[in-house]
């Protein structure tokens, strides 16, 4: 399922094509690495990086650039639209990685059980307990949010109809599956603001283990 609108398919088509010269996230084989030697994905995840805790507002150019190593003009050759474009490129690398670590697996073999305690394990792993903010609540909160409203729904709605997919399997009505779902998204994404907000990762920690019975019980 594609999840970026027409417009920004066109944008981040070129995208896809490995940059030779520019640099990403923080990844343990990259630190130190020179900037003609990243990929594509390097940057993107630098990027990503970036916006997951200034957001799109308060990430500026000049953060951009000193994450990626590359220069302002060079991010502008790359992403002719600038902070739109790279933002678009960035949703769509978390929705690739979203979907082979959480959708996919949700969807997979094992039983109701061992699926959701999959979800539950992948979510405090990619969200370090809690520390981590969350880069779609810091779009969804910021004021750009009608300008990526298509690729924030997609994501959203991809991984609620997951988790409502294993509960269907769990003999639960679609309907209350569906229901459960949206309030299990609805938990995770609260409870990373509040635990942000209070400074206690307790949040995130409790609400992760009552997630499991809520949905299947």
Partial sequence: MSIVP??????????REPIERCTVWYNPFTIGMPPALLSRDDVVDRLMTVFRHAGYDGASLSDLSKATGLGKSSLY?????GKDDMLLGVLERLAAQLRATLFEPL??????KRRIDAMIRTLDAFYVHGQESC???QIVL????????????????????????????????????????EDAVLRVEGALVLAGGLDDMQVFTRMLKQLPPALLG
Avoid: C, Q
Wanted: hydrophobic share 45%.
């Fill in 107 to 112: 969807r997979g073999p094992g039983t109701p």
């Fill in 135 to 137: 880069l779609l609540a």
């Fill in 142 to 181: 910021g004021s750009t949010r009608a300008r990526f409203r298509v690729p924030l729904r997609a994501i959203f709605a991809e991984w609620m109809e997951a988790i409502a997919g294993v509960l269907v399997d769990a003999g639960i009505s679609k309907p209350v599956a569906r229901r459960r779902a």
């Fill in 6 to 15: 027409a417009r920004a398919t066109r944008l981040s088509r070129g995208l």
């Fill in 77 to 81: 050759h790359y992403f002719p639209n």
